[in-house]
């Protein structure tokens, strides 16, 4: 008798992960949201989300008539990063130009900068940056200083100069920004795809007044947290593996890590993912509250994962809050398999903290279902 009742549970869990399922796959159109938008935006916030400057617009204010202005000037107008120059007349003109944001900096040569050039001493230019850009702004200086030290450098050429450093770049030889970008956008893009499918699960059936005709049946209280979970896990995986593939395949990006280490790293982070939604879920008495909800956690968990800034500049609650979100764990493993060919002591290291959290992220969302309901 325990033997039928157990095989009894089995067929009545396996159906209800196939009706949740169905629920998701069943219209051509829902396959089309659930898998047609994260593969599209992976393919454009690649070239989209980058940090690299250019196509940038300067101006210029030259009240020197001599050699090393033009030297000067001739350079930034064979920078790659600059599409145009903007020789202004005045101080006015060249506010304006920078209150508009139609430059992003300015150089302003005085009138004596080759006469002391030729007499022998440093020449000195001030730039003018719009700080309202100030990322961008930050590094247009970095590359203008650097065309300055090349000038200043070819005049001065027995000069006794610094000793030369050997730059190289471990694991990103030519500072590819999209080889880091894209295996991050596709940790991002399954957060976010497994997280709304689950915050809307519960909250659908609930709007559709399905959900009480699952509470009067024999269902039980895990049976209904795995029925919701499996499917989201088994769809969130897929999108996580398309979007690796896509960044090896069409992005050429090199994989030098484990994928039979990062499969089951991916598996965890999702079902971690899939706890977060369940408890947004379960909170949540319509659809529209649950996308909201989906959408105050996931940016807030975007933007503290140390995707855009790292977390140790943090403030030190803000990076312990950190070690709580799955992103935060799941990018160093992402990023590492793809270029640095990650050890397996520090996906070890990476994966404890994604277990705990779906631990209790999965028995919270369970406590507070069964709160809900009673």
Same mark, same amino acid.
Do not use: C
């Given at each position: ?100 944001? +139609? ?122 947290? !795995?029925? +919701? ?72 968990? !975007? ?36 270029? +640095? ?34």
């Amino acid at each position: 008798m325990p033997h039928a009742s157990g095989r009894f549970a089995i067929t009545r869990l396996r159906a209800q992960i196939v009706k949740e399922a169905l629920s998701i796959l069943r219209d051509p159109r829902s396959r089309m949201v659930v898998f047609m938008p994260p593969l599209l935006q992976l393919l454009v916030f690649a070239f989209a989300a980058t940090l690299e400057v250019r196509n940038v617009e300067i101006a210029i204010h030259n009240q020197d008539a001599g050699r090393w202005s033009h030297e000067l000037i001739q350079r930034l107008d064979s920078a790659e990063f600059i599409t145009r120059t903007h020789p202004v007349a005045g101080n006015q003109e060249l506010r304006g130009l920078i209150d508009q944001g +139609k430059v992003i900096a300015a150089l302003d040569i005085p009138a004596d900068f080759s006469r002391v050039i030729a007499a022998g001493g440093t020449g000195h230019v001030q730039i003018l940056v719009d700080g309202r850009r100030s990322n961008t702004g930050q590094i247009t200086v970095g590359y203008l200083s650097a065309i300055a030290a090349d000038v200043e450098a070819e005049l001065t050429p027995d000069a006794a100069a610094p000793m030369p450093v050997a730059v190289r770049n471990w694991f990103n030889p030519n500072l590819i920004y999209r080889w880091f970008i894209v295996p991050s956008l596709a940790g991002i893009l399954a957060f976010f795809s497994a997280l709304m499918l689950t915050a809307l699960s519960i909250a659908r059936e609930r709007e559709l007044g399905t959900f009480d005709q699952l509470l009067v049946s024999p269902t039980s209280m895990p049976e209904i947290i !795995i029925s +919701k979970s499996l499917p989201a896990l088994a769809i969130g995986t897929l999108l996580g593996l398309l979007m690796i593939a896509a960044g090896v395949v069409l992005f050429r990006i090199p994989f030098s890590g484990s994928f039979w280490l990062l499969l089951p790293s991916l598996v965890l982070f999702i079902l971690s993912v899939v706890g977060i939604g369940l408890m947004i879920s379960a909170v949540s008495a319509t659809q529209q509250q649950a996308i909201l909800g989906a959408f105050a956690v996931g940016i807030t968990a !975007i933007l503290m994962s140390g995707f855009a800034t790292p977390v140790e500049n943090m403030p030190t609650l803000l990076q312990w809050l950190a070690q709580a979100i799955p992103l935060t764990h799941f990018l160093i493993i992402v990023q590492g398999s793809f270029l +640095k060919a990650i050890p397996r002591s520090d996906i070890l290291a990476s994966l404890w903290p994604l277990a705990i959290i779906a631990a209790v992220t999965l028995t919270m969302a369970t406590v507070i279902v069964r709160r809900r309901l009673q």
